[in-house]
């Protein structure tokens, strides 16, 4: 089996030593070619090079911003010829993450642990074993994502993240919790909600102030908790939807909350939430943040979202 493991080198759980630890693993069941990243983006096309030279598997080496580049770079992949009735997830190469992220929302919804060691012992058993699953990807506009996207509060909130991580701050939940603070008081226009919900053949959903995506569930961790606004969400289905129609303190704060419980199931007058979507566009009055897999993507007033199913092969 041919392979290429894609490295970002500055992915903040790993070391050199452990890249070296992993390559030396993964070469005992692989014939195993290793690409570094450089810059954004260049995942993507190492991803689709490799995809265009016919390897067998992409292995990542990173956070889930690796793997969202990785996995557009497959998709984007010209696909070879082969005979009728195989899918086009068969015709593309295998992904497998190893998590060297500070969250790796992705490998852990795959049930895959949350520590790099760990989660490569799981993939190296995966290959012995032929242990694969195919999962279906969301698509926004042309880029695709793996497991959210975020229209709103929580691209904003990304935004200020990443603008105080390139001044040197470490990626935390306490840095998280205070910028979503700080978003939320000082840069939304909590009083004009400026996004509307179009779908094919139903009502418009007017006067939404934020739109959470999700492929799967969780949306995301804090630490080892999961948060949950469509605990239903699945690799196996469409897209769902969370929405919160206000951004008042008290009901924020209470569906917020909800998010956390053993058995969540936000609701209330100011939620709206729909399971299992194929398509859906959103579109806004203003300009709104855009995030996808945790990756700020600038600000847009449309994106139209759909459902890619069963698109990938992931080994796990």
Known sequence: MRAVLVVNPKATTTSER???????ALRSEVDLS?????????????????????????????GDGTVNEVVNGLMSARLPSVPTGVSPAERLPALATVPGGSTNVFARALGLPREWPEGASMILEG???????????????????TFCAGFGLDAAVIHRVERARRRGRVSTPALYFRSTVA???????????????????DATEEQLATVVIQNTA????????????????????????FALRQLRVASTTRTVSQFFSHQP????????????????????NRPQALQLDGEYLGEREKVRFSSAPAALRVIC
């Not at 452990?18 to 030396?24: A, N």
């Not at 810059?39 to 689709?48: C, I, N, P, T, W």
């Open 183 to 201: 978003q939320y008081f000082l840069g939304s226009d909590r009083r004009r909600p400026a996004i509307a919900l179009e779908r094919p053949g």
């Open 218 to 241: 969780p949306w995301t961790y804090v630490g080892d908790r999961e948060v949950n606004p469509n605990p239903e969400a699945s690799f196996d289905l469409g897209l769902d939807v």
């Open 265 to 284: 199931d936000p609701h209330g007058r100011q939620v709206l939430r729909l399971h299992d979507m194929t398509e859906f566009t959103l579109v806004a």
């Open 34 to 62: 290793v690409r570094y990243t450089r810059r954004r983006g260049h995942a993507a096309m190492l991803a689709r090079e490799a995809a265009d030279e016919g390897v067998d598997l992409v292995v990542t080496l990173g």
């Open 18 to 24: 452990s890249r070296d630890v992993l390559v030396r």
């Open 127 to 145: 290959l012995r074993l032929g242990r694969h699953r195919t999962i279906g990807l969301g698509r926004a506009d042309d880029r695709y994502f």
